[in-house]
Each structure stands twice: as structure tokens, then as C-alpha cells.
């Protein structure tokens, strides 16, 4: 049966809302902590937070806890049967002691945990530790780490023909540099966990993760257990992106010991500063860049070193920059490029997965770059974005050809028209002609985004489907659910497959013992890999099921149709029985009525040394345009309209498209506006500590940074044959047209100088930024004024 | 009085009983242990609303109206004899309120965490009595065309869907029905009806005492008795303290349910704001008699915070950044004391003394603020803030001016952000004053404004900003006043 082709009646493809829609607003939707006042006995754990971003533990003295009413006890490095570690790198060590591991890597790292009957005990446990340390020097910016030469991992080159030919042949060359910042996930729920052990003696843990069985393994190899001694389950998360695929291991992990060693269900929950302080972030950049055009204003080399801040530990850090290198072409063909990546080690938390796993971080990059360079082109910066396209049969720096690069043109040449940016670019001139302390900018931005784990053998998946006689369905697959609507989709992929309604088919909560060795839910590749696999189980039973009714209907099994909880012979709608009939009948034959569905993304290969290969199955591809206005007093703006288009193939379910779509917008204008991670880098008694370490301090998007006219569209007649019923990947790639935004907010702080300069904006691209930025032209104005004089 | 360690409360239209109340229990937590698991803590400071609640309160004309507050910051002893609705109490899986009923189809919740507390905003704006289609402002971009207030949700963050399915179900609500309909909405029913009053409370636990009195003379007898108590108002400042930094007091009295603090009076020499009212109160009950203020309120962190908030809690925490104090020292606001001794009123100008300091007396409390009439003519409120709304601000800078002809007869400038205590502009306002209000007088008087207080680098803004952001304020109000002349004479 194929991957990619709808029957011409089925649920893929309807706009129906989330499936727990109705949960979520009359407050029943359950998540990991709503669980524990369902427990008796249960105990709270407080972390010990270490006060120095650099330090040796010296002494720890926890005998004053248990004096504390209410402590239950302390966990510390001597508590650990198994291994002591709560990562994959063996970097991580989860607690300490005096006999090590005592090095204390960050501002805020947990050294141990106190078990309480109350939080209130708990934390009053954790103060009366005593923690004695010395404090050692700490480096906190990526320049601090560039100059003592601390590096973590490996160092990898992306690299396609002569980057010094390319520059003896450009007309035009140009260098810079460019930082910015990470950003906090600020997923509304904290990470938390509940581990207890069950009635069958073996460990059980809810855990808000978007990796369960990553959880899995790290609380066995902890506990010193077998990964089939431990069972995870995630219902849902209240947010992830990328936060919780692999910060809640240690958390698990902490209450799992717990459990183990009192016998009581243990809570973990993460209060807002405790998340903030103790778990990683989107990679803060530098980038050094030297980029070379040809007469035209063509790209024709570029050579470029990326250092991202990783923190104190790997964690995630080498796939997240092979990421970046993998997306700093964008949406442009590179003859000549050379890209050094690096990641810097730092005595900060350790920088994890963030929606776009880098790729965001590289795209910028090269849109500064264009951005600041277009007015040296004497170009629109739309037209050199535009020029710069690759074509089809071109292929990227690492050697993949650009798959449907047809439509870059396309969605492009969509968009201007459908905003009307002509036009409006016209208007913005006249305005900004008429207002001198107000101007407008407006920009246009590509999207071009590589889908599939980097990391090959994570591109699989399992599902496990299962009918019951009544003809009820129940699914289970490998996927977690954050509120991208995967479980949606699964529900619609499923009754598509078996000609059933949404509603005879019900998901159950991903664990680790219905579906083993899953991959996280990430890398945008859920729907992808297990809408395969559940398309797979569903095929299987189907297959068997159609033999079963082509006997009761008298014809070949392949003219059977399953179509809305009817089956029928092919032509003969009339002539058909319900598909609780068949699977009555079925049974009473003796057939298998659950399969175990299995799907492997096919022709993927990548060699990470070489930084060459096809590491993803296609391109998703999308552009927005923005529209801002900014104050010429205050440097503040209000985004007044935005644009967008993308293209998520033929959606499965729209309406969670959209929301994909727009929510990373939102998300990704808050990572290059407003978002903005201080941590103290004086000298002084606090140095590593985050100062934004609060909602109050740390801004998201409201609904005021919402844009003022918002108009969102999916590329129509889209249909990708590689997936499952013709469907593209969608959680990450919107949040990159939010680059839109930072490009207008460029155009309008030039607008205040001369034209013809290029226009530097930091980011984020705060109210104080954009003053700045307008600041510097209106000096160079006024410098032009008093020249002319 | 409630007994000493239990309390009677209405969640969801039962009668509960809470037993063993801790003096710094909050609502939220409260809630989450009896099962009311919808109400979320993200924050615990009152900045995402995952915790929101409506609450019955009393309106100006006997009946009771439904608003939404943070649980987090809501400590139980202030909740004795309240009644609370949750999420939970608005509608079931199958029975969707209104509210939840337009979220859930139009997507307005992803992950969900944040959705009971949007749905608990927008139905206390759904149930806003002053709201209707007549009410519809005209040209403003957060009002919907049945009238729905987008302010309303200004203090609940969703990270998931970018806000505009949120926004698209707020704009399809109706009406809720009529009063005299058969009770198919019992909350729109509860309106009609007698709102619960502020019951006189005291818990005694070993971790503290709580107090409610009835009266300001009890109140004030609390206070000579317990010279150290923490005075608790609306409680937006004090629940962030409890919950983040984790303070704790050994007596607690809460102040805002007292009848003298809570009215709202005008003579001809004066406008007076009981230091009780919340600013919701005062911000419907003024209207634009004090314009200043009407361009103020929505700046004031959100609809949630302001409904609890207090004008005697904002000066009483004395904070550098406090919001109101640079609008108050533009109007040139008195703050009324009130203490064994009888009153007194210090022009605020002279109330602060030094960081979170002021001249209130040990035994004192704030009874009112006093704007003095009559008021100036011209006005402007500049909050300088990462985000629009809903932030603290790096620099808030209130302008009162008064010309005669050309010239600056009295000119007000409140400053917050740039020192220990909000102060006022003297030098800026010394130098314009008497002289004509014209761009080159106001380009040199910005200048000095820009050098006055000591501000900051912090990880809200550099000092430089800072100090570039007073200069600028005042072009801005300069460039405004003219424009809107201009505009006028036009």
C-alpha cells in the first residue's frame, strides 16, 4: 500500500481540533504533577542549588537535615547504586559527595536532593546543609572561552570548492561579526517527575519527557537496573521544544532513587527559578564571516567559523552545530564555502535542543549577512535574498541535491504577491518620508529547513495497534505529546488507514513498555516517523482483514474498501458490511487483530567527520514578510502586520498546522525581540549566576507582540511522496520565519540615517537594541547633513 | 471570626471547609491538594496566569461581580468566606462553557497547560458587566467587536500558539443570557445576586498568625500590638516574596477589606483613592476624571494583577520601580496616614526616604491618596519596557504641565527606575519653568533631565539607556503636545 497516497474519503486532511481539546480547557487534561496528590505517602524532593558558577565541594555536611521536621532524607553520590551520570556523554554527573564527583560546573547546579513529606520540609532540609567550596575562576561569554581556548567535542568543517579562489574571483568582499543570544524554552510546565514501584516491583516513572526512552535508560543505568526493569510514561507535556528531550533524565533519575530507597513515591517539580537555573537553552553564536559576491550580487564564497556557548557539558552540542553548519546556505546555492564549527565549554548551564536544533542559528547567520550587505550591493535586500535561490539540480555544501527546490520560487513569488509588498514597500517610503521621529520598515524572508535526525539510526519508529472485537481501535506509538498535535494526527492517520471514524479509534499514553527503543519526539520528525508507523500496523491488519471480507464478499482481497466503518466491494457501497462486523467475523476465524506497526525513513546517509552525505529525506520550505513600526524615541516597535506561507506538503490536520505554524512564529519573534538571557559577568560574589531567572525578568511574547494583522497560509497542492499520506514535517521550520521580523526591524532602524550604510542591529533585538541601532543612523545622518553644509 | 486553623470557603458553588490552613498556604496550592488540578502554577509570581481564578466580589450597586486573580498569589486567609471559581466549575468534557467551547474548536489550546487559565480570563471578561456591543471602541486594535477586552489577557502567557486562535475564540463569544433567563448560567445568575463580604479572619498556626480585621481602629490595635507584621493588601507584592524568595511572617494583616480604606470621594480641592480599593475599582469607577491615570492603568503589570493590587500596596512596598509612584508625583499626589495619632498627609514627593524607605511610622498604615485639583491640562505616561505590556519598567517617566500662552507656568515630572527611591525631575522642571515651551528650551531642559538620578546597569537595560530614555521621553511628550496642537488647530 502506498506511504503517501489519501483515500479519497478519510479524517487526514480535516481541520479538527486537538483531541485533547476538551480536557485542556475544562482543566481535566492530566499532566505528570496533577498526578501525585493521587498518591498516598508521597514525598517531595529540593535540590541543593551549588552558589558559585565554578567551584570544588570541599565539605558536605547533611547530618543538620534530618533534624528538620518532615526530611525523609538526603540523596547524595554515595546514595547511587549504579551509574553516577545523568546524560549519554557520562558528563553529567546527577549527584555529589565529598568523595566526588565535587566539581561543581555552574551557577546553580544541583549538588544533592532532600526528601521531604512536604516541599515546605524539603527546602528547609536543603538549607540547613552544610556545603563548604572553593571557588574556582569561571568563564561565562563565549569571548571569555575563545581566549582561554575552551572547546568541547568535536570540531567539524563543513566545506564545498576553494573558498580563496572564491575570493579572487568575488567583485566584492566583505567581513564581519556577529553574536547573539540563546533562548529559555519557557515551556509553562516545569520539568517534573513521580517514580514509585509498582505492584509488579518494578520502577515506574511519569515523566514529563519528550524522550521516554532516553528517560529509560538513564534511570536503569542509575539504578543500576535493566532497561526492562523500568517503565516510562509521559500522558502529555505542557511544552517541550527541545527542553525535555534531555533535561528530565536526571529529574527522573533523582526521584527513581528516591523511590528506591524509601519505598515511597517521590516527587520531582521543578519550580520556575529552579528550571530557569538548572536546564539548558537554546546555543547562544559568534560567527566570523567573510563573504564574497560576484558582480550581480551572486554568492560566491563564504568562509565563516561558528563558536556556539555549549555550557558546562556536551549534551546535545555536536548535533546542534551540525545543524548550523548544515543550514547557514538557508535557502541560497554557496559555490565555495568553508565553515568552522567549535563549541565553546562554559560554567554555564548546559545549552540543549531548542525547535530548530541550530538550524535557526545558521540561517541567521547568513541573513544578517545579507542584510547587512544588500545596501553595500547597492541591492534590496528581497532581491538579493531572491537572486541567491538555489536551483533545481543544485545541491547543498554537504553534496545533497535540493529537493524540490522549485518551490523556493514559488512560495517567494506567492507571498510578495499575496502581501503586496510592491506596493506597500512603496507606501512605507512615502510614510517614512512624512515622519521623522517614526519609520516603518518591511522584509521578506526565506525558509529553507533539512528534515530528519541528523543522526541516522534515529529516524525510526514503532507503533503498536490494536483491535478489539466491538471494533473499537486503540493505538500506541513511540511519539510523545507537548501540544504540536501529534497524537491528533496519529488518530487521523490510524482511522484513515482502517476506513474508520476519528472517533472509534483512541490513543493510549506513550510508555516504554508498549513501544520499545523509540527515538525523542523531536528534529520535527514525530508525525513523519510514527504516522509511518502506525500507517504500517494499520496496512498489516488491514491486509488481513480484507481477506477475510473479500470471502464473505466474493471478491479478490484487493478490491476490498474500508471507507467510514463501512467495507464494501470495490464499486459497490451499497453491498457492504460494518467494520465491527468484519472484525467480529475476523476474529471468530482466528485472526490476528493487533500488529506492531515498524516504519524507517528510507535513503538516508550522512558521514559526520566529512560533514557530506543525504542526511534528510527533503527540504521543508516556507517565507514570511513582516512589517514593523519603530519609535525614533524609544527604540519601541509594534509589529503591525506579518505574512506567511509554508509548506507542510499536503497537511494532515490543518488547523494543528496552522498552529504549528504561527506558534513558532510567535516563538521565534520572542528568541530575536524580546527574549534575552543575562547571566552576572562582573567579578563579583554572584558571577554565573542567571539574572533572568523569573517570568518577571525573562519576557515572553504576550499577546501584545502578537502581529497586528496576521495572515497565515499553507503552500496548496503540496503533496511530498516520501511521507506518510503525502504530509512534510512542520514543528520547527516556522519558528525561522520569524527572521522576518529582526530584517524589518533592520530596515526601519535604517531608514532613520542615510541610505546606502549597512545597518547593524544586535540580537535580540530588544526596544534598547533598536534604539541603538537607530541612534548610530542618525548620527551618520547628521553627519551627511553637516558634510553637505 | 473563622476559627484558628480552618476556614469556610464556596469553590465552584460547594461549600468547602479547609482545614490545617498554613498562614502562607495560597489559594493555588490549596486547590491543587483537593484535586482542582486545571489550576496551574508556571510561575508563582503573577506573570502567566496558568493559575488564574474568578472571584465574587462586590460591585458598586449591590450586586456581585466575577473577576479573575492569580491563585499563586492569593494566600487562604484572605479567601475565608469567598467564593472561587476554577476551569473546572465553568463547564465538563460534553458541557463546554462558552469560553471553553470557542478555545477548544478554534485551537486556542496546544499543550493545554496554560488554557484553564486563559479560559478563567476570558470568562471574567466574558461576564464584564460594562461589556457589549454598544461599549465597542472604535479603532482600537484590542477590543473585538462584541467588546471583548484583549487586556483582559495580558497577564496570561501561552508559549505554544502565538495568541491569535486565542484572540479569534475571545472574539466569537456573545453575551451571556439575560438575568431574568431560567438559570441556564448560574455564574450569570450569581451576578444579580448579593456579593460575599470580607470576613473578619484569624488563623493561629505554630508557623504564624493571620489577621483580617474588621475595622481600622482593630486594625490599627493589630498593629501597635504587633509593630513588625506584615501589612497585606492586595497581596501582588507579598505572594511573589513568599513564593520566590520564600519570606515568611510571623504575623500577617491584611488591611484591603477595610471600609475606610476602600472609598473613592472628590471635593472640589481634591480626588481621594482609598488605599484599599483595587486598581480595577479605581480605573472603572474614575473613568477619565484623572486622564493621566486612564492612559496609565493598562500599563500597570495586567488585568489579573490590577484586579488585586492596591495604590497603598504600591507605595507601601516603596520599591524604586514601583508603577504608580511616577504618574502620582506628575499629580502631585499626597499619601494620607493614618496611625494611633490620628491623620496626617505628606506630599509624596517627601514620602520616600531611601531604597524600599519611607516616613511611615511604625503603627501606621496608608489610608488614601489625594490628587490635588485642579489638575494640569497637559499629560503624558512613558514606560520604557522590553515588552509593551505587562513588564516592569527599565525607566517610567509621568509629565503634568500647565501653560499660559507659550509659557510654563507648573510643570510635574515623576520619575521611577533611576534611583533608590522614584523622584522628581527637579532640575528639568526648574529649568523650563517660566520659560517658553518651545523645542529649543525643551531640547536643553531633556539634557538635564537625562542627568538626573543615578541609573542602573542591570539585565533590564543599560544605564546608558537609561539615562538616553529621560532625555528622550521628554522630546516625545514635547513632539506629542505639539503634534496634537497642531492637529487641533488643523
Known sequence: ???????????????????????????????????????????????????????????????????????????????????????????????????????????????????????????????????????LPALLTIAEAIAEDSFQGSQPTLRRGDVALGFGEAAHVFEGEFEFGGQEHFYLETNAALAYTDESGQMFIQSSTQHPTETQEIVAHVLGLTSSQVTVQCLRMGGGFGGKEMQPHGFAAIAALGATLTGRPVRVRLNRTQDLTMTGKRHPFHARWKVGFDESGRLHALQATLSSDGGW????????????????????????????????????????????????????????????????????????????????????PY???VRHA???????????????????????????????????????????????????????????????????????????????????????????????PLRCVRLAPTRTDKVPNTSATAASSGADLNGGAIKNACDQIKERLAAVAAGSLGVHPDDVRFENGRVYPLGHPDQGLDFAQLVHDAYHLRTQLWAAGYYRTPGLHWDRVAMQGEPFKYFSYGASVSEVEVDGFTGAYRLLRADLLHDVGDSLSPLIDIG??????????????????????????????????????????????????????????????????????????????AISVREALRQAAAAFGPSGRPQLLASPATPEAVFWALEEARQERAEVVAADD | MSNLHTLELTVNGQPRVAGNVRPHTTLLNWLRDQGLTGCKEGCAEGECGA????????????????????????????????????????????????????????????????????????????????????????????????????????????????????????????????????????????????????????????????????????????????????????????????????????VTIAVDGLPELRTLTATDRFIELGAGLNLSEIERRLGNQIPLLREWFPHFASRLIRNNATLGGNLGTASPIGDSPPVLLALDAGVVLVGPQG????????????????????????????????????????????????????????????????????????????????????????????????????????????????PLDDHRASSAYRAAMLEQTLLKFYFEQTTQRQEELA
Request: hydrophobic share 40%; with cysteine; glycine share 10%.
Open chain 2, 51 to 250: 493559575c488564574a481564578v474568578l472571584m465574587a466580589r462586590a460591585d458598586e450597586h449591590g450586586g456581585t461581580r466575577l473577576e479573575s486573580v492569580n491563585a499563586c498569589l492569593v494566600l487562604m486567609g484572605s479567601v475565608a468566606g469567598q467564593e472561587v471559581v476554577t476551569a473546572e466549575g465553568l463547564g465538563h468534557p460534553g458541557t463546554l462553557h462558552p469560553v471553553q467551547h470557542e478555545l477548544a474548536v478554534r485551537g486556542g489550546s496546544q499543550c493545554g497547560y496554560c488554557t484553564p487559565g486563559f479560559v478563567v480570563s476570558m470568562a471574567a471578561e466574558y461576564y464584564r458587566p460594562e461589556r457589549s456591543q454598544t461599549e465597542q471602541v472604535t479603532g482600537d486594535a484590542h477590543h473585538g467587536p462584541n467588546g471583548f477586552d484583549l487586556h483582559a489577557l495580558s497577564g496570561n502567557l501561552c508559549r505554544c500558539t502565538g495568541y491569535r486562535p486565542i484572540q479569534d475564540a475571545a472574539y466569537a463569544l456573545g453575551m451571556p443570557p439575560e438575568s431574568d433567563s431560567a438559570g441556564t448560567d448560574p455564574l450569570a445568575q450569581r451576578r444579580t445576586q448579593t456579593p460575599p463580604m470580607p470576613r473578619p479572619t484569624h488563623l493561629s498556626t505554630p508557623d504564624g498568625d493571620f489577621y483580617r480585621p474588621g475595622t481600622l481602629a482593630e486594625a490599627l490595635d493589630l498593629l501597635a500590638a504587633h509593630p513588625d507584621a506584615k501589612v497585606l493588601a492586595g497581596g501582588t507584592d507579598w505572594g511573589v516574596e513568599v513564593n520566590l524568595r520564600h519570606a515568611r511572617a510571623g
Open chain 1, 660 to 737: 504549528q505554524v504561527e506558534g513558532g512564529f510567535v516563538q521565534g519573534a520572542g528568541w530575536l525581540t524580546l527574549e534575552e538571557l543575562r547571566w552576572d559577568t562582573t567579578q563579583g560574589p554572584h558571577r554565573g549566576r542567571l539574572a533572568t531567572q523569573s517570568a518577571s525578568t525573562y519576557k515572553l511574547p504576550s499577546f501584545s507582540e502578537m502581529p497586528e494583522i496576521f495572515n497565515v497560509a499553507l503552500l496548496e497542492q503540496a503533496t511530498e511522496d516520501g511521507v506518510v499520506y503525502g504530509s512534510k514535517a512542520v514543528g520547527e521550520p516556522p519558528l525561522m520565519l
Open chain 1, 406 to 500: 522549485e518551490r523556493l520560487q514559488l512560495v517567494w513569488q506567492t507571498l510578495l504577491q499575496q502581501s503586496d509588498f510592491a506596493a506597500r514597500q512603496a507606501e512605507i517610503q512615502a510614510f517614512n518620508a512624512a515622519h521623522p521621529h517614526t519609520k516603518r520598515g518591511l522584509a521578506i524572508t526565506p525558509v529553507k529547513f533539512g528534515i530528519s535526525f541528523n543522526f541516522t539510526a534515529y529516524n525510526q519508529a514503532g507503533a503498536l495497534v490494536h483491535i478489539y472485537k466491538d471494533g473499537s481501535v486503540l493505538i500506541n506509538h513511540g511519539g510523545t505529546e507537548m501540544g504540536q498535535g501529534l497524537h491528533t494526527k496519529m488518530i487521523q492517520v490510524a482511522a484513515t488507514a482502517l476506513g474508520v
Open chain 1, 399 to 401: 553534496g545533497q541535491p
Open chain 1, 313 to 396: 557539558s556536551l549534551d546535545l552540542s555536536e548535533p546542534v552545530l551540525a545543524r548550523a553548519l548544515c543550514h547557514i546556505d538557508n535557502a541560497y546555492y554557496l559555490p565555495h564555502v568553508e565553515v568552522l564549527g567549535r563549541i565553546c565549554k562554559t560554567n554555564k548551564t548546559s545549552q540543549t535542543a531548542f525547535r530548530g536544533f541550530g538550524g535557526p542559528q545558521g540561517m541567521l547567520v547568513i541573513e544578517d549577512i545579507l542584510g547587512r550587505c544588500a545596501p553595500l550591493l547597492g541591492l534590496e535586500a528581497a532581491d538579493l535574498r531572491q537572486r541567491n535561490f538555489y536551483a533545481p539540480g543544485e545541491a547543498t
Open chain 1, 1 to 135: 500500500m502506498s506511504l503517501f497516497e489519501r483515500p479519497p474519503l478519510g479524517a487526514v486532511g480535516d481541520p479538527v481540533p486537538h483531541e485533547s481539546a476538551d480536557l485542556h480547557v475544562t482543566g481535566h487534561a492530566l499532566y505528570t504533577d496533577d498526578l501525585g496528590v493521587r498518591l498516598h505517602n508521597l514525598l517531595h524532593a529540593w535540590p541543593l542549588q551549588a552558589p558559585h558558577a565554578h567551584a570544588r565541594l570541599l565539605k558536605l555536611d547533611t547530618s543538620p537535615v534530618l533534624s528538620v521536621p518532615g526530611v525523609v532524607r538526603v540523596l547524595t553520590a554515595a546514595d547511587v547504586p549504579g551509574v553516577n551520570d545523568a546524560g549519554v556523554k557520562h558528563d553529567e554527573p546527577l549527584l555529589f559527595g565529598e568523595n566526588g564527583p565535587n566539581e561543581v560546573m555552574f551557577y546553580g547546579q544541583a549538588v544533592c536532593w532532600v526528601l521531604a513529606d512536604s516541599t515546605e520540609a524539603a527546602r528547609l532540609g536543603a538549607e540547613a546543609i552544610r556545603a563548604e567550596y572553593e571557588v
Open chain 2, 343 to 454: 491623620e496626617r498627609e505628606v506630599p509624596l514627593a517627601d514620602y520616600f526616604t531611601g531604597y524600599r524607605q519611607t516616613v511611615r511610622l511604625p503603627g501606621e498604615l496608608i489610608r488614601a491618596v489625594r490628587i490635588p485639583l485642579p489638575l494640569a491640562p497637559l499629560t503624558g505616561f512613558y514606560k520604557i519596557a522590553k515588552r509593551r505590556f505587562d513588564d516592569i519598567s527599565s525607566v517610567a517617566v509621568g509629565i503634568a504641565l500647565e501653560l499660559e500662552g507659550d509659557t510654563v507656568q507648573r510643570l510635574r515630572i515623576g520619575l521611577g527606575g533611576v534611583a533608590a527611591t522614584p523622584i522628581r525631575g527637579l532640575k528639568a522642571e526648574a529649568a523650563l519653568t517660566g520659560q517658553v515651551w518651545n523645542k529649543e528650551n525643551v531640547r536643553l531642559a531633556a539634557k538635564i533631565l537625562g542627568t538626573e538620578g543615578t
